[in-house]
């Protein structure tokens, strides 16, 4: 289950042709994210569904002036462990100048 400032990765980054009418930044596949809120929302197909907004994605605000969101299943959380795994790499990389 996601929650309010977990980190996820993109792992379905294709839109529908047109949407750039809507967003002015969308997720791109393998890309990590940092979920800034989750609420109900409704897709494209009218259907309910979960909807996140990112930290590190912002747009413009959708019917009923909030501020539109994407599907929370396009998103999967990132394990702590693959957190750390980055960290320890970044430590053994030698410094350059």
């Known amino acids: 289950m996601l929650q309010q400032g977990q980190k996820?990765?993109?792992?379905?980054?294709?839109?529908p042709l047109g949407i750039e009418e809507y967003y002015?930044?969308?997720?791109?596949e393998g890309e990590t994210y940092t979920i800034r809120d989750i609420a109900p929302g409704q897709g494209f197909n009218l259907q309910p569904e979960?909807?996140?907004?990112?930290?590190?994605?912002?747009?413009?605000?959708?019917?009923?002036?909030?501020?539109?969101?994407?599907?929370?299943?396009?998103f999967a959380p990132l394990e702590e462990d693959e957190d750390f795994q980055v960290v320890e790499e970044e430590m053994r990389e030698p410094?350059?100048?």
């Open 8 to 15: 996820v990765a993109c792992i379905d980054g294709k839109f």
């Open 95 to 97: 410094a350059t100048v």
């Open 24 to 28: 002015v930044a969308l997720p791109k």
């Open 50 to 74: 979960v909807a996140v907004t990112l930290v590190e994605l912002h747009n413009p605000l959708g019917k009923g002036g909030l501020e539109r969101s994407f599907n929370a299943e396009r």
